[in-house]
């Protein structure tokens, strides 16, 4: 496609239930990050993928966060048992490869828990 | 791990004038350093970036240095448009374990008055 798309753009959601994040990246991109910006703050980022290699998981906060990638396509993440700290964009991010690419970013999911 | 520190967080100039945004990085191994400009309800979207082998890179009215000794970079706008009302980050990366992680600043607000 011609940029990231994320969905949904908001989700609000009641603390203790599950939800998915998509995003699909650009076509031919084979890394693809996830990010979290809480109000007011910088990125905090979560995960990256690289082809059909073993993904970097060091930046997920809590074993409730997951994130699953088949080969170059779309990306699921999942957070399960929200809790009110989890609010916040997270926002998905492809380039080119491993090396130093720019990202693209796409506009974000804005996860609201109440 | 790497810590980055911008400043100011929040910068208004009037129209024409010159902005810059200073940032500081802690991981000596760091040798990417891009910047993001994020527009309101937007994903953050790459304006220029630079390589350790490089001290200054400019394009058109941006620029970027880079000190490595002293492990800062700066972003220097010069004559400043409306449009160049955002919110700046910078960030950094080493690229150690594959992948371009990258380690973000906590923004700038630019606001350019008319």
């Known amino acids: 496609g011609a940029g990231v798309s994320q969905s949904p753009s908001n989700k609000v959601t009641e603390k203790g239930k599950d939800v998915e994040l998509r995003c699909d990246p650009i076509s031919g991109h084979t890394a693809l990050y996830w990010y979290r910006q809480r109000l007011g703050q910088g990125l905090e980022f979560l995960i990256y993928f690289q082809g059909n290699s073993a993904p970097d998981k060091s930046g997920l906060p809590s074993d409730r966060f997951s994130a699953e990638r088949t080969g170059e396509s779309v990306s699921t993440l999942t957070i399960q048992r929200t809790q009110q700290e989890d609010s916040a964009v997270y926002l998905c991010?492809?380039?080119?490869?491993?090396?130093?690419?720019?990202?693209?970013f796409g506009s974000g999911t804005r996860l609201t828990v109440v | 791990g790497e810590n980055v520190e911008q400043h100011p967080s929040t910068l208004s100039v009037q129209e024409g004038d010159s902005a810059v945004i200073k940032c500081t990085y802690s991981?000596?191994?760091?040798?990417?350093f891009p910047w993001y400009k994020q527009e309101l309800g937007k994903g953050p979207q790459l304006i220029i970036d630079?390589?350790?082998?490089?001290g200054e890179k400019k394009d058109q009215r941006i620029a970027v240095t880079l000190n490595k000794t002293a492990k800062h970079f700066s972003l220097h706008i010069t004559e400043t448009q409306p449009e160049d009302s955002a919110v700046y980050f910078c960030?950094?990366?080493?690229?150690?374990?594959?992948?371009?992680?990258?380690?973000f600043g906590t923004g700038t607000q630019l606001k350019v008055e008319l």
């Open positions: 991981d000596s191994a760091s040798n990417y």
């Open positions: 991010a492809s380039s080119l490869g491993s090396g130093f690419y720019g990202y693209t």
């Open positions: 960030a950094a990366s080493s690229g150690t374990g594959g992948g371009n992680k990258l380690t």
């Open positions: 630079i390589r350790s082998n490089v």
